[in-house]
């Protein structure tokens, strides 16, 4: 557990030589034009197992494109 007292050294980023424009949000080379809220999840599907269920989860994946 001598990582608990070890002293964590701070640096700013002057002290590394770098622009203060260049880096964060100033310097950021992407724009945010839009947020969206995520789609609703939809309920699952519950597959009984008679010996067969494998065939429905294969089908199942194969629409997904998985398999």
Do not use: C, H, S, W
């Amino acid at each position: 557990m001598a990582a608990k007292n070890k002293p964590v050294e701070e640096l700013k980023v002057a002290d590394l030589g770098i622009d203060a424009g260049a880096v964060g949000t100033a310097g950021a080379r992407q724009e945010i034009t839009d947020v969206a809220a995520a789609e609703a999840r939809k309920a699952g599907e519950i597959v009984e197992d008679d010996g067969e269920a494998y065939q429905r989860i294969v089908q199942f994946l194969e629409q997904l494109k998985v398999i």
